[in-house]
């Protein structure tokens, strides 16, 4: 009874040991690659899986978790041996680097790298240390990549940058059933000398346009009432044209008729002499002789007499005169 | 106290344990001790108790696998992920496929792939995927010849 007792107590162990090492979960997008005395022997998929602890072990990948620092510490990363393989898509934060461009600037930069693992068993059998691996190839692929590109170049072709890396490391990764999905450069830190100077630039081209924006304003300025002044002077003088054409159009009418009215009035005048026998001619010098001296001795304060200066003038008059007083008489 | 019991109330214990600890391993030495407490209130002797806990245990190991399968995976939709979804989507191939290169275009993101027989899909071509290799698609013509729009 005893003996059986004992025997049947360690059975009991047994089968508590091998249910517990025996049973395993797999969750969704996880693996677990199961080797059989050391040789590779399946792959667990999720749901339940039944291994057999005597001869079946899991065989451990490392992978890297990260770790958030404490009290404002940067974060860091631990590797830990993992039995299960993560299939999802897994975010690498890589510290700074230094590269150097083409034309010899020393920059600092913070890449990203997202990847997945596509083939458990490579991942597993191909490569010791796949995070590491992942790492250095990236960094060293960038390295590669950037040195061709000068430093303006690599500011703006970020997208370039990401597409030549994916390429070239897709094909190394290949062998390791790991498909780098994306690849992005967080920071591009250029050395503070480099920075300062970018600034000036970006300050000084600013300037240029502002003081290139100012003149234009101002020609333009300029232009305008250059032309403004242009018009006015023309409307101006359209104006004073047309109304010194009105003027002399309307006193070339009075002068018409003026003229036409003293002709009427000289037609009279010598209808009125002629009639009476004298020289109409001589009547009407006389009579505009007398109008002018009338004009010039006219005005109150004009004290001064003015006679003719010509003699034979007056005489000549004052005979027309003698002689139209005869004649009426 | 008695034996069948002590049993009863282990078996009740792990089966709690199962809801904090999935995996059902604690489930496994709970159905155990079930039987066992059916032996202690049947009075057969200690050994049989134990051996009877054993048997049950490995049995229940044994058959959970089948069970879940047959069982549980009729309510649980198997939905593929990562890799496994891609098997059977249709991609756009960007240039020409042969057996040894060529780029697809699978989901917006560009994948390095093979056609499965050697043969040489144009780009513009729609092909399937029919398994993963690495980090290659293999491929295959979707039969329908797709213009480039």
Known sequence: MQPLHWFVLALAVLVIALVIRGLRIVQQAEVVIIERLGKYHTTLTSGINIIWPFFDKPRKIIWRFLVPGAG?????????EMDRIDL???VYDFPRQNVITADNVLIEINALLYFQITDPIKAVYEINNLPDAIEKLTQTSLRNIIGELS???????????????????????????????RVELQDIMPPPDIRIAMEKQMRAERDRRAVILEAEGQKRAVILQAEGKREAQIAEAEGSKQSEILR??????????VANAEAEAIRAITKAVGDGGADPTKYLIALKYLDALKEMAGGNTNKVVFLPFEAT???SSLGGIKELLQEKA | MEDWLLWLLAGIVLDILEIFIPGFIPACFGFGCFAAAIAAALDFGLTVQIAVFTATTFIVFLSIRPVFLKLLSKNTPSVATNIERLVGMIGLALDDVSGLQGLVKLEGEVWNSRSDDGRSLPPGTRVRVLRVEGNKLIVTANGVHQSSN
Do not use: C, F, H, M
């Open chain 1, 248 to 257: 002399a159009d309307g006193e070339a009418g009075a002068i018409q008729r």
């Open chain 1, 151 to 181: 430093l303006d170049q690599t500011l703006t072709s970020r997208d370039t940058i990401n597409q030549k890396l994916r390429i070239l490391l897709d094909e190394a990764t290949d062998k390791w059933g790991v498909r780098i999905n």
């Open chain 1, 88 to 90: 999802r898509e897994t």
């Open chain 1, 313 to 315: 003038g007056i005489l």
């Open chain 1, 72 to 80: 404002g510490e940067p974060a860091s990363y631990i590797l830990r």
